[in-house]
């Protein structure tokens, strides 16, 4: 999270172009949504399983991250790909999540709300299971990428005067429902119903494909996507030795400080 944010703040500074970050975790680890109560978490059980914790600087509900791809997509607020509401970018970036689980012969599709077709009584129920659902995976937003109706790419994105910056979460394997296991719920019985929900909305490549595929193939997947969809001419590089000074400031001042994991 500190390295998103470096890159953010170096964007904006003009320092580094628009960039596309591909990387995983290790160990584990359970991330929160910047609004989401850290009573959401079961600390007892996190720390059981060895598992760290961060609260990320953009919205949304729990995810645990492991066997999974994460990609960052950070630039200035006026490159074209980026601008307009917080939806029209996400349907942008969109086109190129969908391209590169294309490339990995999936059919997969950009869910679409049709919330003008729900009725009040579906929407207030609706509501109430977010309001009350720890779990991100577990409900699609607008142009998130889906595949036979369940959830398969979750994202979130935050805009600060620097730029835009939007991650999100490929699971490509393991049991779904184990980031169950470090939140709390009321009883035993909201848990597993908390996990066959997931089960039922959600799913990983390795159980689409019925098979496990490198973690390279996916890296080379979603660089030629990005490629292609959003026409970036993307070059690998390091981080620069200003964002790597600042990733160490703010995981001393910020990501690894209680006073931002705990606040909510």
């Given at each position: 999270m500190?390295v998103?944010?470096?890159?953010?703040?170096a964007?904006?500074?003009?320092?580094?172009?628009?960039?596309?970050?591909?990387?995983?975790?290790e160990?584990?680890?359970?991330?929160i949504g910047?609004?989401?109560?850290?009573s959401?978490?079961?600390?007892?059980?996190?720390?059981?399983?060895?598992?760290?914790?961060?609260?990320?600087?953009?919205?949304?509900?729990?995810?645990?991250?492991?066997?999974?791809?994460?990609?960052?997509?950070?630039?200035?607020?006026?490159?074209?790909?980026?601008?307009?509401?917080?939806?029209?970018?996400?349907?942008?970036?969109?086109?190129?999540?969908?391209?590169?689980?294309?490339?990995l012969?999936?059919?997969?599709?950009a869910?679409?709300?049709?919330?003008?077709?729900?009725?009040?009584?579906?929407q207030q129920?609706?509501?109430?299971?977010?309001?009350?659902?720890?779990?991100?995976?577990?409900?699609?937003?607008?142009?998130?990428?889906?595949?036979g109706?369940?959830?398969?790419?979750?994202?979130a994105?935050?805009?600060?005067?620097?730029g835009?910056?939007?991650?999100?979460?490929?699971?490509?394997?393991?049991?779904?429902?184990?980031?169950t296991?470090?939140?709390?719920?009321?009883?035993?019985?909201a848990?597993?119903?908390?996990a066959?929900?997931l089960l039922?909305?959600?799913?990983?490549m390795?159980?689409?494909?019925?098979?496990?595929?490198?973690?390279?193939?996916?890296?080379?997947?979603?660089?030629?996507a990005?490629?292609?969809?959003?026409?970036?001419?993307?070059?690998?590089s390091?981080?620069?030795?200003?964002?790597?000074?600042?990733?160490?400031?703010?995981?001393?001042?910020k990501?690894?400080h209680?006073?931002?994991?705990?606040?909510?």
């Amino acid at each position: 999270m500190a390295v998103d944010e470096a890159i953010l703040e170096a964007v904006g500074r003009g320092d580094v172009p628009a960039t596309l970050r591909l990387y995983a975790w290790e160990p584990a680890c359970l991330s929160i949504g910047y609004a989401q109560s850290t009573s959401d978490v079961d600390l007892e059980a996190l720390e059981d399983y060895g598992w760290d914790l961060v609260r990320r600087p953009t919205g949304g509900r729990a995810i645990l991250h492991a066997n999974e791809l994460t990609y960052a997509v950070i630039g200035p607020k006026n490159d074209p790909r980026l601008t307009g509401s917080v939806v029209d970018s996400y349907h942008k970036i969109s086109r190129a999540l969908l391209h590169a689980i294309k490339l990995l012969e999936v059919n997969a599709d950009a869910f679409e709300k049709q919330v003008l077709e729900l009725k009040e009584s579906d929407q207030q129920s609706a509501q109430i299971r977010k309001t009350q659902n720890p779990v991100c995976f577990e409900v699609p937003s607008n142009y998130e990428i889906t595949v036979g109706g369940k959830k398969l790419i979750g994202s979130a994105q935050a805009r600060r005067k620097e730029g835009v910056l939007q991650h999100g979460s490929l699971p490509l394997g393991g049991d779904l429902t184990r980031v169950t296991r470090v939140l709390d719920f009321p009883d035993q019985d909201a848990q597993s119903d908390a996990a066959a929900r997931l089960l039922d909305r959600a799913a990983t490549m390795e159980h689409i494909l019925g098979y496990e595929t490198p973690w390279e193939s996916f890296v080379q997947a979603f660089t030629t996507a990005f490629g292609d969809a959003l026409q970036l001419n993307l070059q690998e590089s390091d981080l620069t030795q200003t964002e790597l000074d600042r990733v160490i400031e703010l995981i001393r001042e910020k990501y690894s400080h209680p006073s931002w994991t705990y606040r909510v």
